[in-house]
């Protein structure tokens, strides 16, 4: 449009304001189009599908199996926390064994001193 000979200025400036508002509605759009992708980005959806045995629910011992493949992963759970408090509590049980056998040094060092100011006093 803007390449024809016959052309004013009144038609060139309302070509240019419709190329500016066509303009901001794309970057707008663009915007618009980030900030969704940009969300998108951040969602997780785990999906997980069990399918059970129809065949199991008709043995009358399939509840007595599944409890006891649940006291195994309970078992195994639990295992695996007493190992973590061992290996969180062993450093402090350490620490303290050194604490009480020094303060245990001191007081019989202490012990021993009044002892022999005493047997002085009485010897004297």
Do not use: C, Y
């Not at 009358?60 to 190992?83: D, I, Q, Y």
């Not at 061992?86 to 604490?99: A, E, G």
């Amino acid at each position: 449009m803007l390449g024809r000979p016959g052309l004013n200025i009144k038609d060139s400036v309302e070509i240019q304001e419709k190329l500016t508002d066509v303009q901001s509605d794309l970057d707008g759009e663009t915007a618009k189009r980030k900030i969704l992708a940009n969300e998108t980005e951040k969602v997780t959806v785990e999906i997980e599908f069990r399918v059970q045995d129809a065949g199991s629910r008709r043995r009358s011992f399939a509840p007595l199996w599944s409890a006891l493949g649940e006291a195994g992963e309970t078992l195994a759970e639990s295992l695996g926390s007493v190992v973590t408090f061992v290996v969180f509590i062993t450093p402090w049980i350490l620490l303290f064994i050194v604490i009480w056998w020094f303060l245990r040094r001191l007081w019989h060092k202490r012990r021993a001193r009044k002892a022999a100011l005493a047997a002085a006093q009485t010897g004297s």
